[in-house]
Every structure is written in C-alpha cells, then in structure tokens.
C-alpha cells in the first residue's frame, strides 16, 4: 500500500515535473530560442571542426596506406641479412606490411604498368631493375623514422623511396588542427554552458519566490530541481539537433564536392561517422544543457 | 513538543539575535510569543524549520534534533511545521484554490481524494467562496486565510505564524486569532509571534517574551506586558 503510494506520488511528481518544464520553456520562448540558436551555432562549429579532424586524419592514414616506403636492395647485399631486416621490419608499430620484391618481380610488374615501353627491356641484355623492400605503413607517422633507418642501411640499400613531403605536412596540419579543435572543443562547450547556464538563471530568478516557497513547505530539491534541469536539457537538445541536422545536411552535400575537386587526396564521403557525430552532438547538448541548469539553480535551494 | 535547549545564534556581522534559549512547548500548546522588534522571535521562528541553523545549542521538534538533520531530511521537516508569515508568501499567478493544492504537488501528496480536503480547509478558513480567486483580488485578512489553509491542508501537527496579523485591521486580525484557535482546538500546536498587544491580553494564553535574545518572561496565562 506504502509503496503503491509511493508510486503514486513519483508520477505526480514526474506529471508535475515534465508540465512545468514545458511551460517554462513556452512562457521564455523569446530567450529559449535565443538559447536554443545559440547553442546550434556553437555545437555546428564544433562539430564542423570534429569533422574537419576526422577527415584529415583519414587524409594521413590514407595517404599512410598507399604511401609504399621502396628501399632498393643493393646487388651485394647478403640475402640472409635482406631476410633478417624484412622480419624485424614485420614488428615494428604502425608497419602494416613488408614485401621482398625480386627482380623478376620488379620486371614483372614494371611490364604490367607501362605496357606500351615493355619492348624497350627486351632490347637490354639482362634485367636492370634491382630487388627491393616495399613497406605499406597503418601509421604515416613512423614512417620518416624508418626511412632515416633504412637510408643509414647502406651496405644494404642503394637508395629509399619515400612520399614524406606530403605525409609529414599532412601530419602537422592533422596534429595543429587536433591542437585548435581540442581548444575550440573546451571554449565552445563553455560557451554552449555558459549561455545556458545564464538563460536558466533568468528563469530561476523569475520564479525565486516560487523556489523559497516550494522549499520552505517542504518540497525535495528534485521538485524544485527538476523543471529546470528538463528545459535546460530541451535547450541544449533542441540546439543540438539543429546543429546535427544542419551537419549532416552540409557533409552530405559538400564531401562529395571536395573529393571531386580535391579527387588526389582520400577524402571519404562516408556519412557514417557524421551521423555518429550527430549524435554525439545531440548527446553533448542534452548534457551540458542538463548540467547548466543542475548548476544555476544550486544556489536557490539552500534556503 | 517543541524544545530549545541553550540556542545561541550569532549573524556573519557580530548580531547575536539568540543568547542561550531554552524552552518548552508541548503538544497542543497555544503559545504567544511577544517581544520588541530585533529581540529574536523571527530567528528563533526560523530555527524550528531550519530555514536558519543555530551557532549552537539544540532545537527538537517532535523528539527530532533539527540542527543535525541532512539537507535531505529538511523536506520531511517540514512538512510537519506549517508556516504562516506576515507578508502571506502566496504565489501570484495562482489562485487561492491552487495556492492550497500547490502544497501537496510540491510535497507528492496530490490525490484526487486531495481535492475533497482541500474544499474543507478552505471552507474552515472561510474562502470555501472564494477558491478561484487570486491573491491580487483578495483583502490582506483573506490572503492570510489562504496562507493558514494552505499550512493547515497538510495536516501539520505545529503550526508556526510569524506575525500573521501585522498587516491586518484589527477586526480581520481578530478573525484570524480566532481562527488559530480553532485550529489549536484540533489539537494543533500553535506558536505565534505578534506584536498585538489587545489580543495577547485578551486570549490569556501562554507568553513567552524575549528581548535582546532572551527569554525575559514565561507565563501560563500571560498578558503582553508583564
């Protein structure tokens, strides 16, 4: 029977709760939507610089994987040393695979990309082109290392062949742009908090007296608590959604674009990862907005 | 039963408003509570919802140490100490009607039976008439009815009035007295703090005057002055 009551008295509770949230947020609907555009526009430049770091990184990576690190074998190398260094090769992080390309290999596929001068070996005596080590690397960022490496291996190689240019600056734009979106990640969810911890604020002030009176006939700080929370979490929810719809919407219609015009670089087009950031855009705001509020009305509880 | 036991309050600026009170109120007591303005009756009021907190000394309510409880465990005190201020603390947008209902959705005791003993409080302070008014259309006597329905509606056993009729004419003062005491009659503890001299002198009641945050004069059938 207690517990029935109990029951009876949460749902009353949560009737209230939800009721009161959405009047609220109807009688400031001047300063929620305010709030609510606000808070869109700084989780769309988030996202937006999410997104730009999610590409960029698929950019190095593959670049990474196509980028084949070719160290050409020297003729007096000792195949057993050749055998020993593709082994150690094999171990090491951010190594995806090492091949040993013979001559015959070499020759073989030389044959098959530049089919039209294929006669021109037939004109020489023996075969030119020289074994090799091809690497195809999972992380571009090991790869100048190992280059340096290899080239210090000159009883080993005549010469390294590696795309680095394009890698490493890929790198540091894919590093600088981690940098600026970790610092606009901090600044705009502060932001986000901010604006919603003020709007909240207005409101709590506006109903203070309601706030002391609920109190002090004994109401529990989560009937006080609670219509705030909610229509802080609508606000950041609300301008979350709009800022996950206006994304995907803009990655839908631009990617494509920017791959066509930029169509040597990897630029993916796959919408999978913007929808996750769509929710977690969402996520973010329900959050913060909940958290914004939780905290604005802390202090009109202790009376 | 209210106790207060050597309570002592002392404000940030140096104001000692409570020096070392001690007193007894028992259940279905009808208490007056006098004194000049700053003696230190609203900050002891106060003490017995824990609106304030003491410096130190103790306060039971109903065999309960006040000063100890959690700020979790303030809801359930009070909703056991209904209030009654002289300035109503009514809430504007709502009518007298859901001023009164406010009380029990605030505190989760919103029934539909709730809406039969709302209609009777309101009827027992004389608004029964009046329910769907607003407080901005009813007279100062009136909106400290709907303040006394909306602590009585809850069934508390103390009721605590901060000088109910201070904005009140003398008439409508005395209506709301009587009102008090008939409550007290159904077995409410009351405990008022006024500063109307006529009615102290005329229930006879219990008085206990304070001044400079001491209790100066306790007696059973006390006048204003003593």
Request: with cysteine.
């Amino acid at each position: 029977m207690r517990s029935k009551a109990a029951t009876l008295a949460n749902l009353h509770t949560a009737r209230y709760v939800i009721t009161a949230a959405a009047n609220a947020l109807w009688r400031n609907r001047t300063m929620n939507v305010g709030a609510i555009i606000t808070t869109a526009i700084m989780l769309i430049t988030l996202a937006a610089f999410l997104a730009i770091n999610d590409t960029l990184d698929q950019m190095v990576v593959g670049l990474g994987r196509k980028s084949n690190l070719i160290a050409y074998v020297r003729d007096e190398a000792r195949p057993s040393a050749i055998t020993e260094l593709v082994r150690d090769l094999q171990r090491r992080p951010g190594v995806a695979e090492v091949r040993y390309v013979t001559k015959e290999e070499a020759l073989a596929q030389f044959r098959s990309q530049f089919v039209e001068q294929a006669d021109l070996l037939d004109l020489l005596q023996s075969n030119p082109l020289p074994p090799s080590v091809e690497l195809r690397m999972n992380d571009p960022a090991a790869l100048p290392a190992l280059a340096g490496e290899l080239r210090g291996r000159g009883d080993l190689f005549d010469d390294v062949v590696v795309p680095l240019d394009v890698v490493e600056r890929l790198t540091s734009i894919s590093n600088v742009s981690r940098a600026v979106g970790t610092a606009m990640v901090i600044a705009l969810t502060g932001v986000t908090l901010f604006v919603i911890v003020n709007t909240i604020r207005i409101a709590v002030y506006a109903r203070r007296q309601e706030i002391e009176i609920m109190k002090l006939v004994g109401a529990t700080d989560w009937f006080v608590r609670g219509p705030f929370v909610l229509e802080g979490a609508a606000i950041g929810a609300i301008g979350a959604l709009l800022a996950a719809i206006t994304l995907v919407i803009i990655y839908a219609q631009a990617a494509p674009t920017v791959a066509r015009i930029i169509a040597f670089l990897p630029i993916s087009t796959d919408l999978e990862f913007v929808r996750y950031l769509a929710v977690f855009t969402v996520l973010v705001g329900l959050v913060v907005g909940a958290l914004g509020s939780y905290f604005s009305v802390r202090r009109y509880l202790s009376v | 039963m209210i106790v207060l036991q050597e309570v002592v309050k002392v404000y940030a600026n140096g104001t000692r408003a409570l020096d070392g009170i001690s007193l007894e109120i028992p259940e279905r007591d009808f208490v007056f509570l006098v004194g000049p303005s700053g003696a230190g009756k609203t900050t002891l009021i106060r003490m017995l919802n824990r609106d304030e907190s003491p410096t130190s000394g103790a306060v039971f309510v109903q065999n309960v140490d006040v000063t100890r409880l959690k700020p979790s465990e303030l809801p359930s005190l009070r909703r056991r100490v209904g209030m009654i201020y002289q300035d109503y603390k009514l809430l504007p947008t709502l009518s007298v009607w859901e001023n009164v209902a406010f009380v029990l959705k605030a505190t989760g005791e919103f029934r539909p039976e709730a809406r039969d003993r709302i209609a009777s409080v309101l009827k027992l302070v004389g608004l029964g008439e009046r329910h769907g008014h607003y407080p901005r259309q009813l007279s100062g006597g009136e909106q400290q009815r709907a303040a006394i329905a909306r602590a009585l509606v809850r069934d508390c056993p103390i009721l605590i009035a901060d000088e109910p009729t201070g904005n009140l004419d003398q008439e409508t003062g005395w209506e709301t007295i009587q009102l008090l005491v008939k409550i007290n009659a159904l077995g409410t503890t009351v405990l008022m703090a006024t500063h109307n001299r006529e009615l102290v002198d005329t229930m006879r009641r219990r008085v206990i005057a304070i001044d400079r945050g001491r209790v100066v004069r306790d007696e059973i059938e006390g006048s204003y002055v003593g």
